[in-house]
């Protein structure tokens, strides 16, 4: 296992992209078509939905911690002589296809009481292997960069892959499920299947691409590795504390507009197959703006970029909802303003995972270990814990605001409520994570360049 001895490729940023690409795939549909598989297929609840998603998610932020420290300690016990995250992500891949498909499948082949069982027993599996997935992959650009300049690097990589695995499922699904408008049991079937293949192969080519090169790593083997450190991290780790509560925020925003999305497209605009174009259009932007946040932040820092981002897109959802309630907006109007917001905004979930490893630096600068299993899944936890409180309360939501899926036609006051959960409420999520980074977030560039000097002292 060669250590800070090769450059960082083109190659190595192309299998780390395809990690979150692979991953998004199916990722990508339990946020966007889960929600509406349960109601308008599966014919389930919105209550008991609500309630399972809480659940879900409860149990997931448990989980991530957990196997963030186990993954630290299996490493620990290896003495460093193999990777510590390319071995999972290998791992997991096929357990994240047979999951995903069980969880758009499994519901329809039972009734009644087994029905809710054998959801919940599905999606919490997939939420488990996912766990893995995201925190390995979280962790392998901490062991993979050695400067700020490669974190941002691969940082990059990370979102334009993220993005291109979380549109491409939402420009695909919606037309598969259309070509089966009479057997939409079928369609969701055949688009989860066609989705979690694609992802398996990318998740292939993340373990065959990339390489764990950065030597404090591997030097973090000989380190007594406990599961309380990650008590010492928030102790004494604030840039580490501002991204949990940014992750908390982000997670909240990503599941309401994720669970809420296709009701936006079908009962707003009129159309769910919109929603493929929407996300055709967006991905263009969505690369154009991810493209530029190298150069930006070489220039300006990672986390000024960050902030601009955020309140860009806050303001961008104010617009784009004020247009909604003053006028009779265009369709297009509203794809367009829609996919710069998000964009914009969705830049921070890029910068996160930089940002993640550059506290996972300070962190070993103010206590002399690296974590990365532990600080990963620990954040990992307060994103599935935010992810967990946005999808329950947008599921919650549909029934408070009236909707009802046996109308053709929702009333003037759902709609509205859909508007607001939609539009505004991303807005709001927004502009709590710029507080958190301008406020909370503590690494400065004269702090920067200490722990560069005891790094090199090491």
């Not at 502009?431 to 980074?437: A, M, P, T």
């Amino acid at each position: 296992m060669t250590k800070n001895k090769t450059p960082l490729t083109v190659k190595h940023r192309i299998g780390y992209a395809l990690g979150d690409f692979g991953g998004c795939m199916t990722f990508s549909l339990m946020s966007a078509f889960m929600t509406r598989y349960y109601v308008n297929v599966a014919l389930m609840d919105t209550a008991v939905i609500a309630a399972m998603t809480l659940i879900w998610k409860i149990c997931d932020a448990v989980f991530n911690p957990i196997i963030g420290s186990m993954l630290d300690r299996s490493f620990s016990k290896t003495g460093g002589k193999r990777d510590k995250f390319r071995p999972w992500i290998l791992r997991v891949s096929p357990m994240l296809v047979i999951c995903a498909i069980l969880v758009f499948t499994a519901p329809g082949w039972v009734d009644g009481a087994a029905r809710l069982v054998v959801a919940f027993v599905s999606y919490l599996m997939y939420e488990v292997f996912y766990a893995i997935h995201n925190i390995s992959l979280g962790g392998l650009i901490s062991a993979m960069a050695t400067n700020d300049a490669e974190r941002a690097e691969l940082s990059s990589a990370r979102g334009i892959g993220g993005s291109m695995g979380i549109v491409i499922p939402q420009m695909a699904f919606p037309a598969i499920i259309s070509l089966f408008e009479s057997r939409p049991a079928l369609g969701y079937g055949m688009g989860v299947t066609l989705c979690a293949c694609i992802g398996f192969v990318c998740c292939l080519g993340c373990y065959f691409f990339t390489e764990e090169r950065n030597a404090s790593t591997q030097k973090s083997a000989a380190a007594p590795i406990k599961v309380t450190d990650i008590l010492e991290v928030f102790q004494k780790n604030r840039a580490f504390v501002a991204l949990c509560l940014h992750g908390l925020l982000s997670g909240i925003l990503m599941s309401v507009g994720g669970a809420l999305g296709t009701y936006m497209y079908a009962d707003v605009l009129g159309s769910l197959a919109l929603m493929s174009v929407g996300s055709m259009l967006g991905m263009p932007v969505n690369l154009f703006f991810m493209s530029l946040v190298p150069k930006a932040s070489r220039k300006l820092g990672m986390e000024k970029v960050l902030r601009l981002s955020l309140l860009m897109g806050c303001g961008l959802y104010v617009l784009l909802f004020s247009l909604h309630i003053l006028t009779s907006i265009n369709v297009w109007v509203h794809i367009g303003l829609n996919a710069i917001a998000a964009g914009i905004s969705g830049l921070s979930n890029m910068m996160q995972w930089g940002m993640l490893s550059e506290a996972i630096e300070y962190n070993e600068y103010l206590t002399g270990k690296r974590t990365e299993g532990s600080i990963n899944g620990t954040f990992n936890m307060l994103r599935r814990l935010g992810q967990g409180l946005g999808s329950s309360f947008g599921v919650a939501m549909l029934g408070i605001i009236g909707y009802n899926a046996a109308a053709s036609v929702q009333t003037a006051g759902t709609i509205l409520g859909i508007k607001v959960l939609c539009l505004l409420f991303p807005a709001v999520c927004a502009l709590g994570s710029w507080i958190v980074f301008r406020f909370v977030w503590n690494i400065t560039p004269e702090l920067r360049e200490k722990m560069a000097q005891k790094r090199a002292a090491m």
